[in-house]
């Protein structure tokens, strides 16, 4: 049983430019969020998915963008990219009824230069 | 707001060792869900354990036992004979208890080391 699996695993943009990291939930499960890590921090959620609508929404600019389609996959975009949006990108998972635990990606590593 | 807070940011240990990781938390919800994960090198979040702020009993699963106090606001890690694979980042985590899944807030991690 696959669990959450996101791509590509590591990128390079340049400054200003745009970036779309994929996210393939786990088998069953419906929902999806997205976090960002700086290095050594703890994750900082993005914002969640359901039923192919934004639902929750954490602290960050309208330049951090998602979508989901109808087999739950879903996409982060990030346009006008700064050097600090250089992090390493986690997507989960949950199941309904939800809140029973999330299944993380092994996460996107961008690094802007 | 919530807010986790997860005052070692370093552990290093000799293994064998008994080790305890410290979480306290802020939360204005009378209900509310704690969770701990651990972080390997590959980077994934593992799941460990997510506890219901109703249910204060402590939890055993084998080497890794968590003590939950709602008086002091502390969800606690302690790994029992600790063995160099649970070196790991370990992150403690909170989020409401509501209908749907919530959003989680994590502290900034406890980097465990256990030196063979």
């Known amino acids: 049983d696959a669990g959450v699996t996101q791509s590509p695993t590591h990128l390079i943009k340049t400054r200003g430019q745009q970036v779309t990291l994929r996210c393939s939930p786990k088998s069953g499960h419906d929902t999806v969020s997205w976090y960002q890590q700086a290095l050594g921090q703890g994750p900082q959620f993005i914002f969640q998915y359901y039923e192919e609508e934004e639902r929750q929404r954490g602290n960050f600019p309208d330049r951090f963008s998602g979508h989901q389609f109808p087999n739950y996959s879903s996409e982060l975009n990030v346009n006008a990219l700064l050097l600090g949006d250089s992090a390493l990108y986690l997507c989960a998972s949950s199941p309904p009824p939800q809140n029973y635990g999330y299944t993380f990606g092994s996460g996107t590593r961008l690094t802007v230069v | 707001a919530q807010k986790v807070t997860q005052a070692q940011t370093e552990i290093s240990v000799v293994e064998k060792e008994d080790v305890t990781l410290d979480c306290v938390y802020e939360?204005?919800?009378?209900?509310?869900?704690l969770f701990w994960y651990k972080q390997p090198p590959s980077g994934e979040l593992v799941f460990l354990i997510r506890?219901?702020?109703?249910?204060?009993q402590n939890e055993i699963s084998g080497r890794y036992s968590w003590n939950f106090q709602k008086s002091t606001s502390s969800f606690n890690f302690t790994i029992t004979a600790s063995q160099v694979v649970d070196s790991a980042v370990y992150f403690c985590a909170l989020s409401e208890a509501l209908k749907g899944a919530q959003k989680l807030v994590f502290g900034q991690g406890t980097r465990l080391t256990i030196n063979p």
């Open positions: 506890r219901n702020s109703f249910d204060e």
């Open positions: 939360t204005r919800d009378t209900t509310y869900y």
